[in-house]
C-alpha cells in the first residue's frame, strides 16, 4: 500500500500569508489526493491530482505533482483563519483501494 | 444530497464490553471504507467493502473486529471485547468506486472511549 509523508508536521502562519505543505512517497501512484481535517472529525477531500499531471488549481490551492521525485505540494495561497486545519496527503496505486494516510500537517493560520 | 452519516457520534464503553458502531453511506456509492484514527494521529486503515465483492479485511488489527455490509449499503463495525487501546475516533468514507479514479467522502465519525 502507498503512505504519503507530510512535511512540516506544524505550520503556524499569519492570515494573508501563503501555505506550502509538501508530501512524499515511495512507490509509483495512479493518482495522489489532499484532504482536511477540521477538529479531528471527517475528512473533505481538497482535491485529486492524476500521476500524468504536473499542476492543479481550485479556489485558492494549488497542487502540484513530481512522480519522478515522488513528492506533491499543497499551496494556500492568501490564507484564512478558517483553513486552520489538518491536511493530509493520501497516494492512491494502481492495484489495491484504499488510501493510506501519513501523520499529517497542522496548520495553524492567526488572524 | 445527504453525505455520509454514522452513528452513534460519540460511545464511552467499559472495557470487555461488545460495540458497534455504524456507517450510512451516500446513496449509490458502491465503495465503503473504514479507518481509526488515534489522537492527534493519521488514518489507520481497517476494512474496504466494494460492491458485491469479498471484503478486503486487511487492516483489521484483531480478530476482536469484524465488519458487514448488508445490502451493499449500511455498514456496521464491530468491536468485540473492547480495550483502552481500542480507543480512537472511527471513521466511515464512501466512494462511486475505486480510488483510482475517485475521491472518498467522509463521515462525522464515531469518538470511541474505551474506560
Known amino acids: 500500500s502507498q503512505q504519503g509523508e507530510e512535511d512540516p508536521q506544524a505550520l503556524s502562519i499569519q492570515e494573508g500569508e501563503n501555505a506550502t505543505m509538501n508530501c512524499s512517497y515511495k512507490?509509483?501512484?495512479?493518482?495522489l489526493q489532499w484532504y482536511r481535517q477540521n477538529s479531528g472529525r471527517g475528512l473533505v477531500h481538497l482535491i485529486l491530482?492524476?500521476?500524468?499531471?504536473r499542476e492543479k488549481h481550485s479556489g485558492r490551492l494549488r497542487v502540484t505533482l513530481d512522480t519522478s521525485k515522488k513528492s506533491s505540494s499543497l499551496l494556500i495561497t492568501a490564507s484564512r483563519a478558517a483553513d486552520t486545519a489538518s491536511y493530509f496527503c493520501?497516494?492512491?496505486?494502481?492495484?489495491?483501494?484504499?488510501?493510506?494516510f501519513g501523520g499529517g500537517t497542522r496548520l495553524m493560520v492567526k488572524p | 444530497g445527504a453525505g455520509v452519516s454514522q452513528s452513534p457520534s460519540n460511545k464511552v464503553t467499559e472495557k470487555g464490553k461488545d460495540v458497534e458502531l455504524r456507517c450510512d453511506p451516500i446513496?449509490?456509492?458502491?465503495?465503503l471504507y473504514w479507518y481509526r484514527q488515534s489522537l492527534g494521529q493519521g488514518l489507520e486503515f481497517l476494512i474496504y467493502?466494494?460492491?458485491?465483492?469479498?471484503?478486503?479485511k486487511s487492516g483489521l488489527p484483531s480478530d476482536r473486529f469484524s465488519a458487514e455490509r448488508t445490502g451493499g449499503s449500511v455498514s456496521t463495525l464491530t468491536i468485540q471485547r473492547t480495550q483502552q487501546e481500542d480507543s480512537a475516533v472511527y471513521l466511515c468514507?464512501?466512494?462511486?468506486?475505486?480510488?483510482?479514479?475517485?475521491?472518498?467522502?467522509f463521515g462525522p465519525g464515531t469518538r470511541l472511549t474505551v474506560t
Open positions: 446513496s449509490g456509492h458502491t465503495a
Open positions: 491530482i492524476r500521476s500524468n499531471e
Open positions: 468514507a464512501s466512494s462511486p468506486g475505486d480510488t483510482a479514479t475517485y475521491e472518498q467522502y
Open positions: 512507490t509509483s501512484i495512479n493518482n
Open positions: 493520501a497516494p492512491a496505486g494502481w492495484a489495491g483501494n484504499m488510501l493510506t
Open positions: 467493502f466494494q460492491g458485491n465483492s469479498a471484503p478486503d
